[in-house]
Structures are given as structure tokens and as C-alpha cells.
């Protein structure tokens, strides 16, 4: 850990900034009977289990919780999802990772999931830097923090405790 870290947001932010998105994913899907929650591998899926445990709580929607992993170096052709592609045809789909910095990782992911011919697709991210090399934005955004680039942001999940850094 980097002595040069700044706290931007606590557990408490955090999960306060996750119970908003569960409520704003809800308030746009209450018609849909179902939802399919791809978290991407990493701080992404743990993000994607809490939306998701929170969205069973305040909704009758039945929501199906699914892994997306792929090398973030190297995206193109890498994904793997815990579940079968062909689940996802005709569904409503949020895919959920932590923190949207240029949109590599997400786009590549957006791609890869289109492929089963999805209802909908939306995106959620705890953190949104602005800062875009591809054309893809969040549509439930926890945080929007402009930052240079120089400066990384870091989400970490350990247990019922969370934090975001700004390194």
C-alpha cells in the first residue's frame, strides 16, 4: 500500500452508494419479473453480489447472479462467464464492475455479452473517472470523480467493510 493513498470513500459511503443503484436498477426494471447480474471478475463481482443481495431484499424481481472474467490487459477474446452465453438471450442484463477509467475492460465486456442477443444491457459502476479511450458510459454510477491521469482509484471489499482510494 502506497503511503500517498486518500480515503475517498468509507464502508458507510459505500454501501449507502449501493443501496441508491439497487433502488435506481429497481425503479427501471420493476416491470421486468427478472434481472441477470454479471459482475466482472474481482471487486466487480463482489460490487455485483451486494447489488444484487440488496435487490432480492427491496424487490419481488427474480435476479440471477453471474461471474464475467477476462484479462483487463488483454480483453479481446479472454471472457469467460460462469454461466451459459445462451442463458443471457432475450434478458435483461446489468453487468457491474467498480471502477469505469477508460472503458476497455467494460466495452470489451458489453461486446462479449451482446453476443447472446440480449433484451437490455446496462451498466453499473461504483466509480466513474470520466476519463474515456472508448465510447461507453455507466448507466448507475455510485461516484463520478474527476481525476488526472496520473491518479488510479481502487475499490476494496474485505468482509462487510469497503473502501475506495485515490492513489
Known sequence: ???????????????????????EI??????????????????????AQRLSKILKNISPLEITDMELSLDKKKPLNTAVLSGELSALKSKRIILVDDVLNSG???????????????KSLGTAVLVDRIHRTFPIRADYV?????????????????????????D
Open 1 to 23: 500500500m502506497s503511503e500517498d493513498r486518500t480515503r475517498i470513500l468509507g464502508t458507510k459511503e459505500i454501501d449507502q452508494k449501493i443501496t441508491r443503484m439497487a433502488h
Open 104 to 118: 476497455r475492460t467494460l466495452i470489451y465486456a458489453v461486446s462479449y455479452l451482446l453476443e447472446s442477443g440480449p
Open 142 to 166: 455510485g461516484m463520478t470523480l474527476s481525476t488526472n491521469l496520473k491518479e488510479h482509484i481502487s475499490v476494496e471489499f474485505s468482509g462487510k467493510s469497503a473502501a475506495a482510494y485515490l
Open 26 to 47: 429497481y425503479e427501471r426494471h420493476y416491470k421486468s419479473g427478472a434481472l441477470i447480474i454479471v459482475g466482472i471478475k474481482g471487486e466487480g463481482a463482489v460490487l
